[in-house]
């Protein structure tokens, strides 16, 4: 089994190749997936030793454990998603309609998809899920006054900041969807109309071979680029929403909870993802929609 690289190290040869289709992006996904995979397995590490820190004799304090261990790490996952979200827009460039039917998902996660991704108030779910199941685990210790420091232990105040936030995301999600399907009206318009019937026309007529192969691809292309430019503009819009609400989200846990709720994210991520691709293999008619096998 070959070695993926460093997702950064493949985009930069992908780029001085000038190589940017759907395939390439395809293999940046899979070494992106593998470093999420690695980073999962750090912030688990790394929340395991927190969690001990008071059983471990240390000399220095939680807060100095936090300052130079867990932030450090948060700010370097971070960093991946904001790398995964520049490579996706420079890919988009080239070819946006890849990111619309991605060969790189899996059918159940296309099922899923918001405007080429996951919906971003779908983080706040996550986190609701995730702080519910901690508070139930650790609620004898609650109920005595023991702070947990993870997501069971969010405070009231926190919980108010999320709320505001998750109703301000929700109203962007809206514009954002309405923007969209005012764009998609567009395959409706005169020039889509008047060119189809000139195509069609031309068929019946047996003329199908002007200069240059087919009815002039030139031309469809013009029509269609500001189409597919429309598109790269809602999915960038989409894409910025998505990364705007994970730092915002962490922006309001502490840095433990960080760790916690990435931890979610990255496990949520890749298990769906784990579990689609081998129901795809299973069932290889579910996943023909533009995915490879």
Known sequence: MSVLPNSATYMAQVLSN?????ETFHKFFEC???????YLEKLVSASKERDQFENNGRTIT???FDESVLLPLIHRVVQHYEHYYE???????????????????????????????????MAFHLLYSKSGQQFEAQISELIRGVSTGDLG?????????????????IREEREISEKQAKHQETITDSSM???????SELKRGGDVSREGGEIDEGQVDTTLAPKEEGLVEVLQMADELRMKTLEEILNILT???RVHFLIAAAELHLRV?????????????????GHEQ
Not at 92 to 100: E, I, Q, R, S
Not at 153 to 161: E, G, T, W
Not at 193 to 199: G, I, N, R
Request: proline letters at 5%; a negative charge; zero cysteines.
């Open 18 to 22: 000038g190589a940017e289709e759907r």
């Open 32 to 38: 992106w997936l593998v470093e999420q995979s690695q």
């Open 62 to 64: 939680k807060e100095e």
């Open 87 to 121: 490579a996706k827009e420079r890919w988009a460039k080239h070819n946006v309609l890849a990111m619309f039917n991605p060969s790189w998902t899996t059918s159940l996660e296309d099922a899923f998809l918001w405007i080429g991704g996951w919906r971003p108030s």
């Open 153 to 169: 232990d969010i405070s009231p105040s926190q919980l108010s900041q999320v709320d505001e936030l998750q109703r301000k995301t």
């Open 193 to 199: 109309v008047e060119m189809s019937h000139v195509v």
């Open 255 to 257: 840095p433990l909870q």
């Open 273 to 289: 993802h784990e579990w689609s691709k081998k129901r795809d293999a299973r069932h290889p008619s579910a996943g023909q929609n």
